[in-house]
């Protein structure tokens, strides 16, 4: 038995130090997600361990949601909206990112809200089919964390929530229907890239990513498109790491050779 319990030692060491060769490079030098933070517009960022949501009021009982974090229970959401004097019912509209479960946990919990997200990524959201991504079969699909999307939308579309403007913008290849929003002037990037420690951009992890190199060409030619349309960005948030306060560091990325 001696040699049994050697035996699995040295599997389950391996199995930790594989760990660490994939996930480290990942982390190190990552911008810190702050535990809460009030981005330009009143939109809110909300770190709910690693990763984080975006909630902003559009009325006195309402608020928009953009992706829904990892919690079953959304706690994270649940407080800011007692915070502010609101209930669960004040959730109208969930925005996603895209459909991985660490994205789709909350949802849940407000049943009552309409669901955005690419017509493309309506599969993986709903269940349908799972990542494609190195430890997609891992994953698996979303299970009991579907999520029906009731508003499909198409690349370029605008919606109107309340007072504020919510343009979905396709950037696939982190997930095969993935989308940033422009939500007045702060872009809301998900899993598309990180902040980095020197406020520079990292674009889509490959280990978690469907197809990392049409990730890459996403992410440059969506900032070279914003680029040409003087878009007005005065912040840039992401689902893994801290915000930055404009687009120059993604404009900066996109026109490296």
């Known amino acids: 038995m001696k040699w049994l319990r050697r035996v699995?030692?040295?599997?389950?060491?391996?199995?930790?130090?594989?760990?660490?060769?994939?996930?480290?490079?990942?982390?190190v030098g990552r911008l810190p997600s702050p535990a809460e933070a009030?981005?330009?517009?009143?939109?809110?960022?909300?770190?709910?361990?690693?990763?984080?949501?975006?909630?902003?009021?559009?009325?006195?009982?309402?608020?928009?949601?953009?992706?829904?974090?990892?919690?079953?229970?959304a706690r994270v959401i649940r407080a800011e909206l007692k915070r502010i004097g609101l209930?669960?019912?004040?959730?109208?509209?969930?925005?996603?990112?895209?459909?991985?479960?660490?994205?789709?946990?909350?949802?849940?919990?407000?049943?009552?809200?309409?669901?955005?997200?690419?017509?493309?990524?309506?599969?993986?959201?709903?269940?349908a089919v799972e990542s494609r991504g190195?430890?997609?079969?891992?994953?698996?699909?979303?299970?009991?964390?579907?999520?029906?999307v009731t508003a499909p939308l198409s690349d370029g579309q605008v919606v109107r929530a309340g007072p504020i403007t919510v343009r979905a913008l396709a950037l696939p290849g982190h997930t095969g229907g993935g989308a940033a929003y422009l939500v007045d002037g702060v872009l809301l990037l998900g899993d598309a890239a990180t902040a980095t420690r020197d406020h520079g951009i990292r674009p889509a992890e490959w280990l978690f990513s469907d197809d990392r190199p049409l990730a890459i060409r996403s992410l440059r030619a969506l900032a070279?498109?914003?680029?040409?349309?003087?878009?007005?960005?005065?912040?840039?948030?992401?689902?893994?790491?801290?915000?930055?306060?404009?687009?120059?560091?993604?404009?900066?990325w996109a026109h490296r050779p």
């Open 8 to 27: 699995l030692g040295l599997l389950v060491a391996a199995v930790v130090v594989a760990a660490l060769v994939l996930f480290l490079p990942m982390l």
């Open 38 to 73: 009030t981005l330009p517009g009143g939109l809110r960022e909300l770190a709910e361990g690693s990763v984080n949501v975006f909630m902003v009021r559009t009325g006195a009982d309402s608020v928009v949601l953009f992706d829904c974090g990892d919690d079953r229970d």
């Open 87 to 127: 209930d669960e019912g004040a959730v109208k509209e969930i925005f996603l990112t895209h459909g991985h479960r660490d994205h789709l946990g909350g949802c849940g919990r407000f049943p009552g809200a309409v669901v955005h997200a690419l017509a493309a990524e309506r599969p993986l959201a709903e269940g």
């Open 134 to 148: 190195p430890i997609g079969p891992l994953l698996g699909k979303a299970g009991d964390r579907a999520v029906r």
């Open 224 to 252: 070279l498109r914003l680029e040409a349309e003087r878009a007005e960005v005065s912040a840039v948030a992401f689902s893994h790491s801290g915000p930055l306060d404009s687009l120059a560091p993604l404009l900066a």
